[in-house]
């Protein structure tokens, strides 16, 4: 026990290193980072809930604004304008912690799930990154959570409902958000259809809801390009023009579900995730139904939680609202597909125990070969992700943005006064 304890003092240090490493080594910003800077220097701060964003980008208004107000007064430095995002990706990792504790009842399993977060680079790179994705994952963590505990919140009634009220409020800091917080009501429905009465908690919830939703419309989507959606992702939408169309456009889908969670490249570096990302999901899909039923048709274990992520995802695609599997766009998906990951290990090792062993050597092995990679990107290489290669954009040609440079100074994707102050920006050569 002295050394698992060990063992997670180790990787949750290693994690918050890694994160904390790329945070301070202060990585210039690349395309899209500087698309979102433009709105935060250029627009008022009314503005940015009345009028679409510039440079064609969807951020979350709330937290937009937050981040401005924050930077501006610190010059828009680098640090300033990722903090925010840091502090989401660390309180994130801590929450899928303690959803991570709830579920799995071995040690051994809590430090595989641990070392997927050490060994997934987008959950590092995120952490330190001008964008939204890393507070989706937070959201995403809080409401798992929520559904897990339920109504064995260890709280005053009071304030499982203020509780109720105001968690539907992440919806106007994380766009998935909005549809995953209709898995809790659809659990506070089907606990009024058991009790055939209407419950004071779904009125709170549902208050809380609607609320988020008009803010919402207020203050981001009305103001939005919708037309972007379709625009930049419509090769990630689910097709059902034909059945080959369906079946392509899912493949594809999923191979960046199970292929793109702990590193891009070298390419063979794939491989591993498919196998192992891939016995999460055959998991998932396989034991969801049985755990349903027990659960009595409510979302209060993992498993089924899960799937029904997935399925929301999969409907949204479908509608053409949120693309499917898009490795950032998804990345709140992450750790339930690692908690799947782990959970199916642990079943074949409790099934067939030396396969099950090989297995989790392996993935274990997987990990810290990853991890180890990750490391020597942030520390010696200084250069985590394919993102992060705009050192080589300035100083050994295009390798980083898939615009040119002049583009970048002249074209409407950026205002050429945003560039005054490279050094400011962390962008030299």
Same mark, same amino acid.
């Given at each position: 026990m002295r050394y698992q304890r060990l063992f997670f003092l180790?990787?949750?240090?290693?994690?918050?290193?890694?994160?904390?490493?790329?945070?301070?080594?202060?990585?210039?910003?690349?395309?899209?980072?500087l698309c979102v800077l433009n709105s935060i220097v250029h627009l008022k701060p009314n503005e940015l809930f009345t009028r679409p964003l510039l440079s064609d980008q969807a951020f979350p208004r709330l937290y937009l604004w937050a981040i401005q107000q924050f930077s501006n007064p610190l010059n828009q430095n680098l640090?300033?304008?990722?903090?925010?995002?840091?502090?989401?990706?660390?309180?994130?990792?801590?929450?899928?912690?303690?959803?991570?504790?709830?579920?799995?009842?071995?040690?051994?399993?809590?430090?595989?799930?641990i070392g997927c977060w050490c060994g997934s680079m987008p959950l590092v790179?995120?952490?330190?990154?001008?964008?939204?994705?890393?507070?989706?994952?937070?959201?995403?963590?809080?409401?798992?959570?929520y559904l897990l505990k339920g109504d064995s919140l260890n709280c005053p009634l009071f304030t499982y409902r203020v509780t109720l009220l105001f968690l539907p409020l992440l919806g106007l800091w994380s766009y998935p958000a909005i549809f995953l917080l209709l898995l809790p009501l659809y659990n506070m429905v089907r606990d009024s259809f058991d009790k055939r009465r209407?419950?004071?908690?779904?009125?709170?919830?549902?208050?809380?809801?609607?609320?988020?939703?008009g803010l919402v419309y207020l203050?981001?989507?009305?103001?939005?390009?919708?037309?972007l959606m379709e625009v930049y992702w419509h090769d990630y939408f689910i097709s059902l023009h034909s059945l080959k169309d369906f079946l392509g456009t899912f493949g594809k889908g999923m191979n960046n579900l199970i292929s793109r969670r702990f590193a891009e490249s070298p390419r063979w570096v794939k491989g591993p995730s498919r196998?192992?990302?891939?016995?999460?999901?055959?998991?998932?899909?396989?034991?969801?139904?049985?755990?349903?039923?027990?659960?009595?048709? +409510? /979302?209060?274990?993992?498993?089924?939680?899960? %799937? *029904? #992520?997935?399925?929301?995802? &999969? +409907? /949204?695609?479908?509608?053409?609202?949120?693309? %499917? *599997? #898009?490795?950032?766009?998804? &990345?709140?998906f992450s750790p339930l597909l690692f908690l799947m990951t782990v959970v199916a290990l642990r079943f074949i090792y409790q099934r067939f125990k030396p396969l099950g062993l090989a297995l989790r050597i392996l993935f274990a092995g997987y990990l810290i070969f990853v991890s180890l990679g990750i490391t020597w990107d942030v520390f010696i290489k200084r250069d985590l992700g394919a993102e992060s290669t705009l050192y080589d954009f300035f100083g050994k040609g295009n390798a980083g943005l898939d615009v040119p440079i002049e583009m970048v100074l002249t074209k409407h994707l950026y205002d050429p006064g945003l560039f005054h102050d490279f050094k400011r920006l962390g962008m030299h050569s």
């Open positions: 180790i990787l949750i240090g290693w994690y918050l290193i890694l994160a904390l490493g790329h945070y301070f080594d202060q990585r210039p910003l690349w395309n899209d980072e640090m300033s304008l990722r903090l925010f995002s840091l502090m989401a990706m660390i309180g994130a990792f801590f929450v899928w912690f303690k959803i991570a504790r709830r579920v799995l009842d071995d040690s051994w399993d809590l430090i595989l799930f790179y995120h952490a330190a990154e001008l964008k939204p994705y890393s507070m989706d994952t937070l959201a995403s963590g809080l409401i798992v959570l209407w419950m004071p908690e779904l009125s709170y919830f549902l208050g809380g809801y609607f609320l988020m939703l203050l981001d989507f009305r103001a939005s390009a919708s037309y196998i192992f990302i891939g016995l999460g999901v055959g998991w998932m899909l396989a034991a969801f139904w049985g755990q349903l039923k027990k659960d009595r048709f +409510v /979302l209060r274990s993992i498993v089924p939680v899960a %799937f *029904a #992520v997935f399925v929301v995802q &999969l +409907v /949204l695609a479908v509608l053409r609202v949120y693309p %499917f *599997a #898009v490795p950032r766009m998804s &990345l709140f």
